[in-house]
T-cell receptor, first 119, second 115 residues
Framework: AQSVTQLGSHVSVSEGALVLLRCNYSSSVPPYLFWYVQYPNQGLQLLLKYTTGATLVKGINGFEAEFKKSETSFHLTKPSAHMSDAAEYFCAVSDLDLGSNFGNEKLTFGTGTRLTIIP | KAGVTQTPRYLIKTRGQQVTLSCSPISGHRSVSWYQQTPGQGLQFLFEYFSETQRNKGNFPGRFSGRQFSNSRSEMNVSTLELGDSALYLC??????????????FGSGTRLTVV
């Protein structure tokens, strides 16, 4: 079964500093990996995704993530934090096995990392 | 283009009652999934519907059920509510099955409080 581990339930960075949110996964099939962001009292918004191809994935709002198979990691980064980045971030892995005729499609989420930006 | 619409946004129910939550997916989307979000358990998969059929179900008791209509709108029902059912319930839609690989579109959720 797939699982996701997010290291650090709370991360604080200064405005303008590098943002690094860590995510490690386990998967029995080639993984499809996602980062979602959740603002207070809102649903989840897709930041970026890795399916196949280039291992460095660029998303919205200046975020990017690198898929490293050897490290089973998919860390999220942003070179310069902005106040509007304060939110909760979730890493997720898809349970979907495209070889199985789309059976058992679901996302398994990590426990989330709350990002605080210090002015 | 309208997003995923969930109604109501907030709901307060008493223990033992039942509740029905509604989700209207993006126009043209045929797959609808439901997730429960709580501070203790995080985000957990409830079930997925496609073409009016439940395709996958998470590890929740039978009190949790759902259905999908021919227009792809979905409802979930929780019977005999317990305090632990208090949560944010999120609905997500995708164009077809397998598109979840490319990222679902989530609604803003229904916040259910059981007292």
């Amino acid at each position: 079964a797939q699982s996701v581990t997010q290291l650090g339930s709370h991360v604080s960075v200064s405005e303008g500093a590098l943002v690094l949110l860590r995510c490690n996964y386990s998967s029995s099939v080639p993984p499809y990996l996602f980062w979602y962001v959740q603002y207070p009292n809102q649903g989840l918004q897709l930041l970026l995704k890795y399916t196949t191809g280039a291992t460095l994935v660029k998303g919205i709002n200046g975020f990017e993530a690198e898929f490293k198979k050897s490290e089973t990691s998919f860390h999220l980064t942003k070179p310069s934090a902005h106040m509007s980045d304060a939110a909760e971030y979730f890493c997720a892995v898809s349970d979907l096995d495209l070889g199985s005729n789309f059976g058992n499609e679901k996302l398994t989420f990590g426990t989330g990392t709350r990002l605080t930006i210090i002015p | 283009k309208a997003g995923v619409t969930q109604t109501p946004r907030y709901l307060i129910k008493t223990r033992g009652q039942q509740v029905t939550l509604s989700c209207s997916p993006i126009s043209g989307h045929r797959s609808v999934s439901w997730y429960q979000q709580t501070p203790g358990q995080g985000l957990q998969f409830l079930f997925e519907y496609f073409s009016e059929t439940q395709r996958n179900k998470g590890n929740f008791p039978g009190r949790f059920s759902g259905r999908q209509f021919s227009n792809s709108r979905s409802e979930m029902n929780v019977s005999t509510l317990e305090l632990g059912d208090s949560a944010l319930y999120l609905c997500a839609s995708s164009l077809i099955r397998g598109q979840g690989v490319y990222g679902y579109t989530f609604g803003s959720g229904t916040r259910l409080t059981v007292v």
